[in-house]
């Protein structure tokens, strides 16, 4: 675990089987930031459904050189 900071948590993290994702609530921009700006949210981009979809990380192949991610010989 990280070192506790005192804010609060970014989100909440999920193990969809091939990806991590973490939802939470996005951070607000003052109306001076462009709606095109890559800083925004983009719900259609994270592909949100019923919760805001912050960062999706690809999980690696379990196969790494020959071996299963239970270290069994392929």
């Given at each position: 675990?990280?070192?506790?900071?005192?804010?609060?948590?970014?989100?909440?993290?999920?193990?969809?089987?091939?990806?991590?994702?973490?939802?939470?609530?996005?951070?607000?921009?003052?109306?001076?930031?462009?709606?095109?700006?890559?800083?925004?949210?983009?719900?259609?981009?994270?592909?949100?459904?019923c919760a805001h979809v912050l960062y999706r990380f690809r999980k690696p192949n379990p196969t790494v050189e020959g071996?299963?991610?239970?270290?069994?010989?392929?």
């Open positions: 675990m990280g070192k506790d900071t005192g804010k609060p948590p970014i989100g909440e993290a999920y193990d969809t089987g091939d990806q991590i994702v973490i939802i939470g609530t996005p951070p607000e921009f003052p109306d001076s930031v462009p709606d095109d700006d890559p800083r925004r949210h983009n719900c259609d981009a994270m592909g949100c459904g071996r299963t991610a239970k270290g069994q010989q392929t």
